[in-house]
């Protein structure tokens, strides 16, 4: 007659019974079995690191896009934000009645069309931060992708999302340089004055909208690094693991 016993490969002894299985000579499995509640939603080689780089990611990408919409690059007046331009659109503050005011905006694409932007460097930066914005997008996309894969493709969308980051860096960094040599334009002009010149803006001054823009691209700089530390080369063993090791398989033997 053969009975089923649960036995360990590697040395196929039969364990003891369980009246005699005594608590102390039972190992402790402690750090495997039981994960944080997090964790138990994502594979065993995400690591810290990766978690953080990702919330980087989507973060520094909603940040760009934002910068890139607004309207506060260069301010007319210091104390308010609602006379400005970028190098998407221009806003300013219309006064409709003694007690009504309006800010209107027009987008120099709709206004002026592609090839008839009030200013090439702004045309050129709105152009440049907007491919950039785009790679960030798809970067923090292929993070959150690479936090529910197999490690296999992990790698390499961790791999692509990296290079994603490094091109944005890059592309906006020279975008960010370019949109100083517009101040001699005519829109710029009539915003701050006949004293502008390239890199001189007058009596106007730079906005919170630009300044975020170089923040979220200094920030950037971490991300292309961080990837390469997201996920770990040697994976925690973990539940199904050990559902699956040979070693705590069961094996059938005659009795």
Not at 119 to 145: K, R
Not at 166 to 172: C, E, K, N
Request: net charge positive.
């Amino acid at each position: 007659m053969n009975n089923c016993v649960m036995v360990r490969s590697e040395t196929m002894e039969p364990l003891t019974e369980p009246s005699s299985i005594r608590t102390h000579d039972v190992p402790r499995m402690t750090s495997y079995s039981v994960r944080p509640p997090l964790r138990q939603l994502l594979p065993s080689s995400v690591t810290a690191i990766g978690l953080l780089w990702t919330l980087l990611s989507i973060v520094l990408a909603f940040l760009s896009m934002f910068a890139f919409v607004s309207s506060t690059w260069v301010l007319q007046f210091p104390d308010t934000d609602q006379n400005g331009f970028g190098p998407l659109k221009a806003c300013e503050l219309n006064v409709r009645s003694s007690l009504a005011f309006v800010q209107t905006c027009h987008y120099f694409l709709l206004t002026h069309g592609l090839m008839n932007w009030p200013s090439s460097p702004f045309q050129v930066t709105a152009i440049l931060y907007s491919v950039g914005t785009l790679f960030l997008l798809s970067a923090s996309a292929l993070a959150a992708a690479s936090l529910v894969t197999r490690s296999v493709w992990r790698l390499r969308l961790t791999w692509l999302a990296g290079y994603f980051q490094l091109s944005a860096v890059l592309v906006q960094s020279f975008a960010l340089a370019i949109f100083p040599m517009g101040f001699s334009s005519g829109l710029v002009e009539g915003y701050c004055g006949p004293e502008v010149g390239m890199y001189r803006l007058g009596h106007c001054s730079l906005g919170w909208g630009y300044v975020l823009a170089i923040i979220t691209t200094s920030l950037l700089v971490f991300c292309p690094f961080l990837s390469k530390f997201s996920t770990s080369s040697s994976p925690k063993l973990t539940r199904l693991d050990l559902k699956t090791s040979p070693s705590m398989m069961a094996h059938c033997e005659p009795v």
